[in-house]
Nanobody
Framework: QVRLMESGGGSVQAGGSLRLSCLAS???????VGWFRQAPLKEREGVAA????????FYADSAKGRFHIARDDAKNTVYLQMNRVKPEDSAMYYC????????????????WGQGTQVTVSS
């Protein structure tokens, strides 16, 4: 089981930027780390994911061109850089880890963090 701790959420105006961090312990090279979000009354959806080994990244259509996922292996941390945010990006953001095939499918992930809230005002 991987323990995950998110940070970096907060309130931001539309058009601004925010960087979320996910600290993983342990940090095995065989896992995938993904960012998911869930707004009230909506299903949890994948935003972006990255494999710890190699360069595979995957983005949801809503994130392409605005968000960037990256990792710092020396710090056991995966980041989600959110740029040009929109009010519809408001949600609780979760970091997840697991041995997955479909990188944006929540059910394939076995470890989850507690989440960090992102609120975007217009």
């Amino acid at each position: 089981q991987v323990r995950l701790m998110e940070s970096g959420g907060g309130s931001v105006q539309a058009g601004g930027s925010l960087r979320l961090s996910c600290l993983a312990s342990p940090y095995p090279s065989s896992i995938t780390v993904g960012w998911f979000r869930q707004a009230p009354l909506k299903e949890r959806e994948g935003v972006a994911a990255i494999r710890i080994a190699g360069e595979d990244r995957f983005y949801a259509d809503s994130a392409k061109g605005r968000f960037h996922i990256a990792r710092d292996d020396a710090k056991n941390t995966v980041y989600l850089q959110m740029n040009r945010v929109k009010p519809e990006d408001s949600a609780m953001y979760y970091c997840a880890a697991g041995f997955v095939n479909d990188m944006l499918r929540p059910h394939e992930y076995t470890s989850w963090g507690q989440g960090t809230q992102v609120t975007v005002s217009s």
